[in-house]
T-cell receptor, first 113, second 118 residues
Framework: KNQVEQSPQSLIILEGKNCTLQ??????????LRWYKQDTGRGPVSLTI?????NTKSNGRYTATLDADTKQSSLHITASQLSDSASYIC????????????FGKGTKLSVKP | GAGVSQSPSNKVTEKGKDVELRCDPI?????LYWYRQSLGQGLEFLIY????????KSGLPSDRFSAERTGGSVSTLTIQRTQQEDSAVYLC????????????????FGPGTRLTVL
């Protein structure tokens, strides 16, 4: 069964600290992996998209890694800011129809002053 | 417009009533998607439109759900005879190319419609 599991479910950190969010998937075939940021009451916003051949991709203070062999990805946030408080969603595409996107349940990050 | 817009932002209805949710995608985007997000759950795919091709309806949970996209632009998701389990946030997204582009085609999401069925 195609699944995307994220951990931790929630996380609280202090402003300025770093954190790493995890994503494990069992989607096959694999096309690409995406990380989205979803602020409360808003739609998700794309942070990174990585294909099979990409190991790492950065977007400002966000760095995503991908290990296609172990089917794991991580999202590292550096020097966190209060505005980083949001849910971070890992999404894996199995290719084919664009409807074939498997969404994780997300990690809810709270950055405290 | 600058982004994907959805209306209404909130909808409260009584069980058994029909509801219509509207999505205005980014101008020029050929692909449009509908998702449902229940509390504490991941996004659930509902339906996908690609240009003039037949839509991918594989995610619709029952025949009470239907959607159309007129003129390749605005889309309406209709839920007939609503049930309490239909309560969720309904998200619409569009992308420039969909299946006709790279697999890494970026989706742009609207703010969602929060549906509450009493």
């Amino acid at each position: 069964k195609n699944q995307v599991e994220q951990s931790p479910q929630s996380l609280i950190i202090l402003e300025g600290k770093n954190c790493t969010l995890q994503c494990n998937y069992t989607v096959s075939p694999f096309s690409n992996l995406r990380w989205y940021k979803q602020d409360t009451g808003r739609g998700p916003v794309s942070l990174t998209i990585m294909t099979f051949s990409e190991n790492t991709k950065s977007n400002g203070r966000y760095t995503a890694t991908l290990d296609a062999d172990t089917k794991q990805s991580s999202l590292h946030i550096t020097a966190s800011q209060l505005s980083d408080s949001a849910s971070y969603i890992c999404v894996v595409s199995g290719g084919g129809s664009q409807g074939n996107l498997i969404f994780g349940k997300g990690t809810k990050l709270s950055v405290k002053p | 417009g600058a982004g994907v817009s959805q209306s209404p932002s909130n909808k409260v209805t009584e069980k058994g009533k029909d509801v219509e949710l509207r999505c205005d995608p980014i101008s020029g985007h050929t692909a449009l998607y509908w998702y449902r997000q229940s509390l504490g759950q991941g996004l659930e795919f509902l339906i996908y439109f690609q240009g003039n091709s037949a839509p991918d309806k594989s995610g619709l949970p029952s025949d009470r759900f239907s959607a159309e996209r007129t003129g390749g632009s605005v889309s309406t998701l209709t839920i007939q005879r609503t049930q309490q389990e239909d309560s969720a946030v309904y998200l619409c997204a569009s992308s420039p190319y969909g299946n006709r582009g790279r697999s890494t085609d970026t989706q742009y999401f609207g703010p969602g419609t929060r549906l509450t069925v009493l």
